[in-house]
């Protein structure tokens, strides 16, 4: 009776998701493996019932992979969006830290008050977040008026459509995702030990890095993870921040997809995008069971 | 050493700063007369007036607004029992599978989720439209509310269900007459989570969408795409002003809760 109801209880979730998240992937892996066609659906061959099985097979092959491989413009777009997420990660790190930092240390009625503050943009809209940055960074936009004003520069500073624009973005983007892992860890931390470290004659700074910042480790880890994984494949900011130099997987897919109508290829860019994240969530979700445990 | 000392004042200033004047700059262009963006021509409410009477806007909001309570309903459900199967159930057969269905989709690109369901729709032959945009919103949205639920049923007193159950209450009537009020904070803030997430989602559902299904998101991107206007700051205002308020009745209604316990 008992098995019974719990199988009632876990099933629907774990058909929804096995359906809907699991399944999808065997099949953008089986349309990688295909040809593009000028059909409806743009690939072939379809799978056409269990009878044709064997010329199912027989017609899959690997030539997405080998143009994935041989055109150089794919490779330079993993490594790009490898070299802008892991930048913007240690931009939000720096920027994070000393945030959490001051949250943690805040008296401790504003420290609710001031997660939400952190969090509350997190909320909005993310497209809004990043819209507001197209009007922020665009030549003659808000920031050059008030630079130019200030006689800080005399030109515009033509910031939008360049790799700096979307790191500024994900910083932006990603900050709460950094902030509330190292809030937690430095929030927990045992301040007596920081204290023991200054009676035994380490100064602040010494401290600071032999005491504080391997207490909160576990939180340094869960925030870069947070930040670093899912900007590797983001879309919709290299998309509107970006310019013809900024080349992102996340933004090759979507070109592949939506206006070449290569859909085999872009299965395949996707494919290849999840081998590379593999690696970063397989240690992110060690890193996760550590912190929960201790 | 632990005293809150300037240089900490300066770092959350510095912070919250970055985090809201670019909202801030949003905020009051929308109130601009001026038709230029960056030119101040006085306060006015125009904008606003022309944002209410964009018929095509307000029917992407009214779509993106179904999707999003169908979604946060739907997704709620789901996550709630998967939230009990992972914390009550102890080990079971595809445990481990459930636990990294729940947790893979949250960092996983949002473009690989959207064209893999999309590949699916296609291959099972589904039309596009109101539908296929609810099924990928609730995917996605499940694995939120399960961690929010999730999380409250770690640290829930069992001994209040045990008396019920001891009390001679079915299981059913237990989880409804005990388990659910008490874990409703987290299943409300479940299903805002779900809502919000959907309401705002553009890339999932440009693949999960057909013709003649354009969320607010997808209407609003097109619009950006062509420069920034003081229609889409408007636009930007009113749903900063609605989530803004969503997160203040939530954290009081959690306070509240804090309070109670």
């Known amino acids: ?294 | 050493m632990s005293r809150f000392r300037a240089p900490h004042l300066i770092a959350l200033v510095v912070g919250l700063a970055f985090l809201y004047a670019p909202m801030l700059v949003l905020i009051v262009y929308s109130f601009n007369a001026s038709k230029l963006v960056t030119v101040w021509g006085g306060f006015s409410t125009r904008w606003y007036a022309t944002l209410f009477a964009n018929e095509a806007l307000r029917e992407a909001a009214f779509l993106s607004l179904r999707i999003a309570f169908v979604t946060a309903t739907l997704a709620t459900i789901l996550g709630a029992m998967a939230a009990l199967a992972l914390t009550r159930f102890g080990r079971f057969p595809g445990r481990t599978l459930l636990g990294g269905m729940i947790a893979a989709p949250m960092v996983m690109p949002e473009v690989i989720i959207g064209l893999s369901l999309l590949l699916l729709f296609v291959g099972m032959n589904i039309e596009r439209g109101f539908w296929t945009i609810v099924v990928a919103h609730v995917t996605l949205a499940t694995c939120f509310a399960t961690v929010v639920i999730q999380s409250r049923l770690v640290t829930f007193d069992r001994s209040l269900e045990e008396a019920a159950q001891d009390l001679g209450a079915p299981p059913l009537r237990v989880f409804f007459t005990v388990t659910l009020p008490l874990i409703m904070p987290a299943v409300a803030a479940g299903w805002m989570l779900a809502f919000a997430l959907s309401l705002d989602d553009l890339v999932v559902a440009s693949f999960a969408s057909g013709p003649g299904a354009t969320t607010l998101p997808m209407r609003l991107y097109s619009a950006i795409r062509l420069g920034v206007t003081p229609e889409i700051n408007a636009a930007s205002t009113l749903l900063i002003a609605l989530v803004a308020a969503l997160v203040v009745v939530a954290s009081l209604a959690v306070k509240r809760d804090a309070a109670a316990r």
């Open chain 1, 1 to 294: 009776m008992t098995a019974l109801r719990r199988a009632l209880v876990a099933a629907p979730p774990m058909l929804w998701l096995g359906l809907f998240f699991l399944l999808p992937f065997l099949i953008v892996l089986k349309i990688s493996l295909s040809h593009a066609a000028l059909a409806i659906p743009p690939y072939a061959p379809h799978w056409s019932g269990l009878d044709s099985w064997r010329e199912f097979l027989a017609a899959l092959g690997v030539e997405n992979y080998r143009t994935l491989a041989e055109d150089g413009l794919y490779l330079t777009a993993y490594l790009s969006s490898l070299r802008l997420a892991a930048t913007a990660t240690a931009l939000t790190l720096l920027i994070g830290f000393p945030l959490a930092y001051a949250i943690a240390r805040a008296p401790r009625g504003w420290r609710p008050l001031l997660v939400v503050a952190v969090v509350l943009p997190f909320w909005t809209s993310f497209l809004i977040r990043v819209y507001a940055w197209i009007a922020i960074l665009r030549p003659e936009g808000v920031l050059d008026s008030i630079l130019m004003a200030l006689d800080v520069t005399s030109a515009p500073l033509n910031l939008l459509n360049t790799q700096t624009a979307v790191l500024i973005g994900m910083v932006y983007s990603y900050l709460p995702f950094m902030v509330l892992p190292l809030y937690a860890s430095l929030e927990r931390l045992d301040r007596t030990l920081v204290e023991a470290a200054q009676d035994l004659g380490a100064s602040a700074w010494r401290a600071f890095w032999t005491v504080t910042v391997p207490l909160a480790k576990p939180g340094i880890w869960a925030g870069v993870f947070l930040v670093l994984i899912p900007s590797i494949g983001e879309f919709v900011i290299p998309d509107l921040l970006g310019g013809s130099d900024t080349l992102m997987v996340g933004k090759v897919l979507w070109t592949e997809f939506f206006s070449n109508r290569d859909w085999p290829l872009a299965s395949a860019v996707a494919v290849v995008m999840l081998v590379i994240l593999v690696g970063p969530i397989l240690i992110f979700q060690r890193v996760a069971r550590m912190e929960r445990a201790r």
